[in-house]
T-cell receptor, first 114, second 111 residues
Framework: NAGVTQTPKFQVLKTGQSMTLQCAQDMNHNSMYWYRQDPGMGLRLIYYSASEGTTDKGEVPNGYNVSRLNKREFSLRLESAAPSQTSVYFC?????????????FGSGTQLSVL | GDSVTQMEGPVTLSEEAFLTINCTYTATGYPSLFWYVQYPGEGLQLLLKATKADDKGSNKGFEATYRKETTSFHLEKGSVQVSDSAVYFCALRNQGGKLIFGQGTELSVKP
């Protein structure tokens, strides 16, 4: 049971380059999320998708776009990377069932923008 | 807006010491409260949760009690081990369904 799978694990970009972070879950969850983690700031929500076909902005959406490709996959795109986007990115999913009220996280993508 | 505040780290303890990591929250109504743990190089995973006032969540020797009167959800463990070294995040899920995290507290346990 793979859970939440993120690729790549590491990436180095130059300022202005673009890239897409991929995320897939095999738990049939409705909701999926993208967070960034920065020292001293905890996790901040970038975008989320409450269900297939919907996406909404979180706390820090500027500079990012997302696509909920299907129920399994939720990608995060940086169109023109900036050094301020150097961070660790986590994808998560949940169905928020009363008996299973939790987020399942991927192992993260460490992104450096030079 | 809704928020979660944790004690700043890093917290350094000797093995078998008592652990408390403070967490307080601001939210309307009755949010669900969580502690997540992040081991080095991994994603976060749920440690314990409580969904209503006076509930106690527990797992792996860790406990936290939902205190509505003090808006707190402090994490405790009676005897920490080296393997407990990790970053601990307090979080709440508000009435609108949004999950809000604290900034995390790094715990380092020395043998």
């Amino acid at each position: 049971n793979a859970g939440v799978t993120q690729t790549p694990k590491f990436q180095v970009l130059k300022t202005g380059q673009s890239m897409t972070l991929q995320c897939a879950q095999d738990m049939n969850h409705n909701s999926m999320y993208w967070y960034r983690q920065d020292p001293g700031m905890g996790l901040r929500l970038i975008y989320y998708s409450a269900s297939e076909g919907t996406t909404d902005k979180g706390e820090v959406p500027n500079g990012y776009n997302v696509s909920r490709l299907n129920k399994r996959e939720f990608s995060l795109r940086l169109e023109s990377a900036a050094p301020s986007q150097t961070s660790v990115y986590f994808c998560a999913s949940s169905d928020w069932a009363p008996t299973n009220e939790k987020l399942f996280f991927g192992s993260g993508t460490q992104l450096s923008v030079l | 807006g809704d928020s979660v505040t944790q004690m700043e780290g890093p917290v350094t303890l000797s093995e078998e010491a008592f652990l408390t990591i403070n967490c307080t929250y601001t939210a309307t109504g009755y949010p669900s409260l969580f502690w997540y743990v992040q081991y080095p190089g991994e994603g976060l995973q749920l440690l314990l949760k409580a969904t209503k006032a006076d509930d106690k969540g527990s797992n792996k020797g860790f406990e936290a009690t939902y205190r509505k009167e003090t808006t707190s959800f402090h994490l405790e463990k009676g005897s920490v081990q080296v393997s407990d070294s990790a970053v601990y995040f307090c979080a709440l899920r508000n009435q609108g369904g949004k999950l809000i995290f604290g900034q995390g507290t790094e715990l380092s346990v020395k043998p």
